[in-house]
């Protein structure tokens, strides 16, 4: 075991019990013919995450994986789910409960695609009418019309939708965990980044506790809430954030594997919310032009931002746009193009930037559109270098960013 | 009453003059049911066998070899010496004939078998053992039906192969419409007789294919919608 892994070991001993879905203890696999395929692994995986296990192959990655579900035993170590031993539990019981998609997708050939994506609530005792309307469900969940493809054959779909009708089939019974290995590899390109933009669209809905296999880091980086990284001989070296990941790689080991441009590829990974944002000069839409022009030398600032009454941007001024007399509304600039939201990514608001003029974009909140203030490129580029921790992607909206100047805003 | 051919009689090789006394069509009637019985049966307990000898197959690989070669061996023997050999062990009772045609059709299905588990795509078994399918039912709902396609082809040839070695189980008396041609041999070589056993036997083939094809198409369906969209 290496001494990162310890570290994040105890990091995971610390999560509280009723947030962890899935726990390997001192996980440890030998193989027959000697080969040490995963050593020492200890890993807390919380409910509604989805994990990625990512390294070279013969890493252990797989075997790791194929652990929860008891298709490969443990040497020594134990797997819990949910505070259970599987070790304990009937195999087959336990794997009814557990959603499953392969790499090679492995629909039955001989079943249609309702019977396919029905296969687990067949083996549940389910009756017939409950199994299609389930199997119609997932089927539109997934992008596929079940009047068009349910009586199909899989030989008759094409293989991202062979791989989609395997995604069905492993949510039909509403397993609180998937296992996923490699599920996307096997199609092309073009439809993979399709695949996996609405696998996470699908996570968003249905929020299940996923550990997915893949090598490639770049799937990992994009998709996973954290990633395991494995080094070459079954040992976890790194286990975080994606963008801690990027930041800071605990190793040479880690740094190698995530590969160049790092800081490129932060910028995709890492939230627009919890960025530290700068304050704005604020105009109301209804001040006048004077007013507006008042408040930006007051503040030595050349541009403000006209907001209307729930604090949105409406638009923009610069101190020389503004006439002698008159409103502001009269003279500001749209505000097309120039926001983006805490959900965004630091990518989008660097791209956004790039297109514009100016050297700022606005930040709205997600949900209100709320003015919370502008980011530069300066805002980014130290966002990068000076990385945010942990969790901070999914639950600080906005704690960071200053709030915009509320003193400026002139009433008529 | 039967007609016997004498040398000097005209002795054309078609015609329907064979049928024509009653007690022949009762024979020829009772023989060809004989020979449905025999390859039928024989047919039936050889599926049953092979399955079983291909699951220890399948359970123990290093089995395979031996057993394949053995079934050579088995299907090597001349059919007149295997009958014979049986004759002192089961007399003339129903077993001989049974016994050595079933022997004669585990070369067949028990390839059949084996390379119809064979063609089970693995991913079809990993989805099985992941979704939580037991042993038993993963092979009679995921293996054995994916294994149909090969498994009917072999079955199909091994009832041709049987309606085609039953006749020689007349050593055992038991040689279905077999029987007819010895007789007509016996008799003078009496052509009609030897031809019409000959077309039965054939007939007999054609229909029992026919029947184990269209059994197989229904239960392989999914395997011709395939080709129906290409991928």
């Known amino acids: 075991m290496t001494a990162t892994s310890d570290v994040h070991a105890e990091r995971g001993a610390g999560t509280?019990?009723?947030?962890?879905?899935?726990?390997?203890?001192?996980?440890?696999?030998?193989?027959?013919?000697?080969?040490?395929?995963?050593?020492?692994?200890?890993?807390?995986?919380r409910r509604g995450e989805l994990v990625c296990l990512v390294g070279p192959s013969g890493c252990g990655k797989t075997t790791t994986m194929k652990m929860i579900n008891r298709l490969i035993m443990p040497t020594s170590g134990r797997v819990e789910i949910d505070g259970g031993d599987v070790g304990d539990m009937n195999p087959v019981q336990l794997r009814r409960g557990i959603g499953y998609v392969i790499q090679q997708v492995g629909l039955f050939p001989h079943e249609n695609i309702w019977n396919n994506v029905g296969e687990v609530p067949r083996l549940l005792g389910w009756p017939r009418k409950r199994r299609r309307d389930r199997a119609d469900e997932l089927l539109r969940l997934v992008g596929l019309n079940p009047a068009i493809y349910g009586d199909r054959y899989p030989a008759q779909l094409s293989g991202g939708q062979q791989q989609r009708v395997g995604v069905a089939r492993a949510l039909a019974a509403d397993p609180p965990v998937l296992l996923m290995d490699e599920p996307f590899s096997a199609i092309d390109p073009i439809a993979r980044a399709g695949l996996q933009r609405e696998f996470i669209r699908i996570q968003g809905e249905v929020r299940k506790t996923i550990v997915m296999v893949t090598h490639d880091i770049e799937e990992a980086l994009f998709m996973a809430d954290r990633i395991a990284v494995f080094g070459a001989h079954g040992a976890a070296e790194q286990?975080?954030?994606?963008?801690?990941?990027?930041?800071?790689?605990?190793?040479?080991?880690?740094?190698?594997?995530?590969g160049g441009d790092r800081g490129i590829r932060q910028l995709s990974v890492t939230s627009v919310a919890g960025t530290a944002l700068e304050a704005t000069v604020v105009v109301d839409r209804a001040a006048s032009a004077a007013e507006a022009r008042a408040a930006l030398q007051l503040r030595s600032r050349d541009w403000a931002v006209v907001l209307d009454?729930?604090?949105?941007p409406v638009g923009w001024v610069t101190a020389s746009d503004l006439p002698d007399t008159?409103?502001?509304?009269?003279?500001?600039?749209?505000?097309?193009?120039?926001?983006?939201?805490?959900?965004?990514?630091?990518?989008?608001?660097?791209?956004?930037?790039?297109?514009?003029?100016?050297?700022?974009?606005?930040?709205?909140?997600?949900?209100?559109?709320?003015l919370l203030g502008a980011l530069t490129l300066e805002h980014i580029h130290s966002a990068v270098r000076t990385p945010i921790g942990g969790d901070d992607r999914h639950d600080n909206d906005g704690d960071a960013s200053g709030p915009a100047d509320r003193t400026v805003g002139a009433r008529p | 009453m039967s007609y016997v051919l004498s040398a000097s009689d005209n002795n054309p090789w078609f015609g329907l003059q064979y049928f024509q006394y009653e007690s022949q069509r009762q024979q020829y009637l009772h023989s060809a049911i004989e020979q449905v019985e025999l390859t039928v049966i024989s047919v039936a307990i050889g599926i049953v066998l092979a399955f079983a000898i291909s699951l220890v197959i399948r359970r123990f690989p290093i089995a395979e070899n031996f057993t394949i070669g053995l079934m050579d061996g088995i299907y090597s023997l001349p059919s007149i010496a295997l009958f014979s050999i049986l004759l002192p062990f089961t007399g003339l009772s129903l077993f001989g004939p049974?016994?050595?045609?079933?022997?004669?059709?585990?070369?067949?299905?028990?390839?059949?078998?084996?390379?119809g588990f064979r063609s089970v795509p693995d991913s079809a078994i990993?989805?099985?053992?992941?979704?939580?399918?037991?042993?038993?039912?993963?092979?009679?709902?995921?293996e054995l039906r994916l294994a149909m396609p090969v498994i009917i082809s072999s079955i199909r040839m091994a009832s041709v192969s049987t309606?085609?070695?039953?006749?020689?189980?007349?050593?055992?008396?038991?040689?279905?419409?077999?029987?007819?041609?010895?007789?007509?041999?016996?008799?003078?070589?009496?052509?009609?007789?030897?031809?019409?056993?000959?077309?039965?036997?054939?007939?007999l083939a054609i229909l029992l294919d026919l029947i184990i094809l269209a059994i197989g198409r229904n239960v392989t369906r999914w395997n011709r919608q395939q080709g129906l969209v290409g991928t």
């Open chain 1, 16 to 45: 509280p019990d009723d947030e962890v879905a899935i726990r390997l203890r001192g996980l440890h696999k030998v193989y027959d013919n000697g080969v040490v395929a995963v050593d020492n692994l200890n890993l807390d995986i």
């Open chain 1, 239 to 258: 286990f975080d954030t994606p963008a801690t990941i990027l930041a800071r790689p605990a190793n040479e080991f880690v740094e190698d594997f995530v």
């Open chain 1, 309 to 312: 009454e729930q604090r949105r």
């Open chain 1, 326 to 370: 008159g409103q502001v509304e009269a003279v500001m600039r749209g505000a097309d193009g120039i926001c983006v939201s805490t959900a965004q990514t630091l990518r989008h608001a660097a791209a956004r930037i790039l297109e514009r003029d100016e050297s700022w974009v606005l930040v709205v909140d997600d949900a209100s559109r709320e």
């Open chain 2, 98 to 115: 049974i016994i050595g045609l079933t022997l004669y059709t585990q070369l067949i299905l028990v390839r059949g078998f084996v390379e």
């Open chain 2, 126 to 142: 990993l989805a099985a053992d992941g979704m939580g399918y037991g042993k038993i039912r993963r092979i009679a709902r995921v």
């Open chain 2, 163 to 203: 309606v085609a070695m039953v006749p020689v189980a007349f050593i055992l008396s038991h040689g279905g419409l077999g029987e007819i041609m010895t007789l007509g041999y016996a008799n003078n070589l009496y052509r009609q007789q030897v031809v019409d056993a000959v077309i039965g036997m054939v007939i």
